[in-house]
């Protein structure tokens, strides 16, 4: 086993409650799809999965902790909701092409993975980011430089979509608020 995978094992043993899906699907439910499938990366105990499934979608939720996504598959179990867990070692080489009707990655960044995501997004499918800044002003989320948004830099994500929906807080510091210190995009990736 992995240093990263044992880490995740250990913080998801400790906490096993999701918290609320991500403000970019919240905020943002009357443009979310209710038909097809979503792609839930790094979905650690499914929250964006959970909503996403409820709402009518297919989900398909990867995660590197097993312990994360074994909790994630009895809840979904004990809703019937259709949800399919994978421990995986997210690599861009993993995704499939033009399968998902929707991709949401939050609180997670990789910077190899943007175009694979959008390959793995079917056209006029929705790509959805949301994850901490380097800008922020509160003392929440990852210090590491590599795992934060520089300024413009979920604009590159999703080159030649379309945005839907675009927000950055990266100076709010209300710890109660759920996108104080982060960013959020939903982009439609082009028909044609």
Known sequence: MNDV??????????????????AVLTDNDNILPTLGIALDLACGLGANSLFLAARGLEVDAWDISQVAVS??????????LN??????????????????????????????????????????????????????????GP?????L????????????????AFKDESHNTNRDDPLAGRAFIIAR????
């Not at 995978?5 to 991500?22: E, F, T, V």
């Not at 909790?71 to 019937?80: I, N, Q």
């Not at 990736?189 to 044609?192: A, C, P």
Request: with cysteine; glycine share 6%; hydrophobic share 35%.
């Open 143 to 147: 210090s590491n430089p590599s795992f």
């Open 189 to 192: 990736k082009s028909i044609g």
């Open 149 to 164: 948004l520089q300024p413009k830099e979920l604009e590159s994500f999703v080159p030649d979509c379309e945005i839907l």
């Open 83 to 140: 949800i399919h867990t994978r421990v995986i070692d997210i690599t861009a080489e993993a995704l499939p092409m033009e399968r998902y009707d929707l991709v949401i990655t939050s609180h997670y960044l990789d910077r190899s993975l943007p175009p694979a995501i959008l390959g793995a997004t079917r056209p006029g499918g929705l790509i959805c980011y949301q994850t901490f800044t380097a800008e922020k002003q509160i003392n929440m």
């Open 71 to 80: 909790h994630l598959a009895k809840r979904a179990d004990s809703h019937g």
């Open 5 to 22: 995978r044992d880490k995740w094992n250990r913080i998801y043993s400790k906490d096993q409650l999701a918290g609320p899906p991500a």
